[in-house]
């Protein structure tokens, strides 16, 4: 088969695979915040969540109505060939995903306000490469819903500040999203770099998995410091209160300039959308977050 052809059956079958199935940490995460959810309000969100994923995955119908703006990540192998072909697959990937899972088409042209209909469009899908050795080709689709997004911010606050002015950042950028984001969120945080690093890297963090700790022991404890804070502001499940506002922070860090601190926190929603399938150089694929049959 052309690696074209493959590239494209693949992006299909990951997309339909992130709008209908939650990867299994975060499905695990859900549970437990059901289990442990103090709230009654919170709880009944959480149950009508869990029932909502049960259905979705029963009936391979997206989760959500909000299906996303659509983001690839690819690894790309330094010695696989025909990487030009790639980003015409995953688009072609989008359209024919969008008639046959379905997707709610969300590509609107921001100056006309015409909605392409298809889910493509300048920079959409978005792709973001990555060269690494060897021969394989690894997809990652991240659906990124709108509701989460509308609340993700950037802060260049003072270098002075330090780390306890970028704590203080993200939790009051999590008590100004309220509701706004469909908590319980997972949060992207991303401190250093400039502007556009820092929520490239925010962005990013949201693709780890929720079981998985940071390698790095200080930023481990940042983490863990920052899913105190932001559930201690009992926002709560879908807003209604509770001890669950988010399921998980992941941190990443690039190095600033002297005289700039940026600040990034990119949201996610519950529907915590993702897929991932490595094609090997054998035209083998092997997918990464779901069981596939
Ligand atoms: S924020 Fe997430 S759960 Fe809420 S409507 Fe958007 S995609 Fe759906």
């Not at 989008?94 to 909605?115: C, D, H, M, S, Y």
């Not at 190095?255 to 083998?284: E, K, L, N």
Request: aromatic share 6%; hydrophobic share 40%; with cysteine.
């Amino acid at each position: 088969m052309k690696i074209e052809t493959l590239v494209e059956d693949v992006g299909v079958k990951l997309l339909q695979l992130a709008v209908t199935k939650l990867p299994q940490d975060v499905k695990e995460s859900l549970q437990q915040a059901y289990r442990e959810e103090e709230n009654g309000a919170g709880k009944t969100q959480l149950e009508a969540i869990l029932k909502n994923i049960d259905l979705a995955e029963k009936t391979s119908t997206p989760m959500c109505q909000d299906t996303g703006v659509i983001i690839f990540y690819i690894k790309a192998g330094a010695q696989t060939q025909n990487l030009d072909k790639i980003e015409k697959a995953l688009s072609k990937a989008t359209i024919r995903a969008t008639k046959e899972v379905p997707l709610r088409p969300n590509a609107v042209n921001p100056f006309t306000q015409k909605n392409s209909g298809d889910n493509t469009g300048r920079y959409v899908p978005f792709i973001h490469w990555e060269i690494v050795s060897g021969n394989t080709i690894e997809i990652t689709v991240l659906p990124k819903g709108g509701g989460s997004e509308n609340v993700c911010s950037l802060g260049m606050i003072s270098p002075g500040t330090g780390v306890k002015g970028l704590k203080n950042f993200v939790i009051d950028t999590v008590m100004n999203a309220g509701a706004k984001p469909c908590p319980p969120n997972i949060l992207g945080v991303a401190v250093g770099g400039g502007a556009d690093i820092a929520m490239k890297l925010a962005k990013e963090a949201l693709l780890r998995p929720l079981n998985e700790s940071n390698p790095d022991p200080e930023l481990a404890k940042l983490e863990t410091e920052l899913y105190d804070a932001a559930n201690m502001t009992g926002i709560g499940p879908m807003g209604l209160g509770g001890k669950f506002t988010v399921l998980g922070v992941k941190v990443d860090y690039a190095h600033r300039h002297p005289a700039s601190y940026p600040v990034a926190v990119a949201f996610q929603c519950w529907a915590a959308r993702r897929a991932s399938a490595r094609i090997h150089a054998d035209g083998t694929v092997e997918y990464l977050t779901h069981k596939v049959m």
